[in-house]
């Protein structure tokens, strides 16, 4: 039996982020319908929208809609029609995040600017862009959780200028969190371990990070999407009013490690 603070029954809240089925958005996207949220869904293109649009099906998406945060006017009509449909948002999933390759493969200290904004406008500035937009349809509070990792704050060799980009989004979250907490909205990262997406694998050398992971986590393993979805679904629910502006890492272990 679900407890009534863990329960997300009655709770509307919008996943950006499911490129798959192998998307930790798809498995947080899962576990919160599974917890009986009901959810809205983006994908990125029309290019996407074949792969993403069966899984939202599969999750009884009440909403389906395109969103590329760099296209002007995408997220503002994605809020447009919660608005619309809803009239009102108890969560946001943030789990979208984009470097050029040529960027991502080098070092940081040869990043072009254009490679650098690109990565902070899609990683970063399109939290504090959901966070505004939702604010207004948080009437009764809610939660923001986005998706961050270790990178964030130790250098992990081959992330390079994402670490930067990570960071910024973890110290982003803590100033939302200050920022929104009187409307009893509340803002997270998550930071799970290296998960087998398709984003991750734009990552030189990932494999070994891979490897890496499961030798020193304390677990001796990998997490899997839906252990990352469970940490989100207990984030949004009521069981976790008491929290906000955390990091909390779904790694097996991996961060406490020296």
């Not at 590329?68 to 979208?96: C, M, T």
């Amino acid at each position: 039996m679900t407890h009534p603070l863990t329960s997300l029954s009655g709770k509307k809240g919008l996943i950006v982020g499911i490129a798959n089925r192998h998307s930790i958005a798809y498995g947080c996207a899962r576990v919160l319908k599974a917890q009986g949220a009901e959810l809205a869904v983006t994908y990125l293109n029309a290019k996407a929208e074949p792969f993403v649009r069966p899984l939202a099906d599969e999750l009884g998406a009440g909403l389906v809609l395109p969103l590329d945060v760099e296209k002007p006017g995408e997220l503002d009509a994605v809020f447009a029609a919660i608005r619309e449909q809803w009239g009102r948002l108890d969560f946001v999933v943030h789990s979208i995040a984009y470097c050029p390759l040529e960027d991502l493969h080098g070092r940081v200290v040869d990043c072009s600017l254009e490679g650098f904004q690109q990565a902070m406008r899609v990683s970063c500035y399109s939290l504090i862009e959901m966070a505004r937009l939702a604010e207004p349809l948080m009437k009764d509070g809610g939660t923001l959780v986005a998706m961050s990792y270790y990178g964030a704050e130790k250098v992990v060799e081959n992330y390079n200028i994402m670490g930067p980009v990570k960071a910024a989004l973890e110290s982003t979250v803590r100033y939302l969190a200050h920022e929104l907490g009187g409307q009893g909205i509340r803002v997270h990262a998550v930071s799970p371990g290296p998960l087998k997406t398709r984003a991750a694998s734009g990552i030189a050398h990932f494999d070994a990070l891979i490897d890496a992971a499961i030798e020193r986590a304390p677990q001796n393993r990998l997490v899997d999407i839906d252990e990352v979805g469970a940490t989100c679904a207990f984030l949004v629910s009521d069981a976790a009013r008491a929290l906000t502006g955390d990091t909390l890492y779904v790694d097996a272990g991996f961060h406490i490690m020296g």
